[in-house]
């Protein structure tokens, strides 16, 4: 069963934004999907280390694949069924222009441009979304 981690880089440091990645945090501990903090810059050849082999990692990016709430629910439910593990970066606060390479795969929160820790919470948010729609309950509504 593939796990799912959220990796960002450094602290929350806007109170409003920390608290409600901390929500997120508790609501999606309870579903196996884990989200990480790291203090010090990362290249992706530290991320590809250390996840390991039997893991995918995706990259947010503006450049990225656009998906709706119920096509990311099917991304988040074949990523639980995998054997291998997903790790979701949100890069630098200047984005991972300088690291990119043909074998990243880049996935887009929208064409518009966030601050870095809005992202994080909205990246924490569909994920907890997409196991609501897989449940089947009524927090999403089309």
Known sequence: M???TIHL???VKEKAYSQMMKNYQQRLKTRNINIIYHS??????DYYAEIGKNSILYLLDEAGEQYGSREFANLVKNWTVSDQDVNLAIGPVDGWQE???GRDKLISLSDM????ELA?????EQVYRATEIIKGTNYHRD
């Open 2 to 4: 593939g796990r799912i």
């Open 40 to 45: 010090v810059k990362k290249t992706l050849d």
């Open 113 to 116: 441009t966030f601050p870095h």
């Open 9 to 11: 880089h450094g602290t």
């Open 99 to 101: 690291y990119k390479s």
């Open 120 to 124: 994080a919470v909205m990246l924490a």
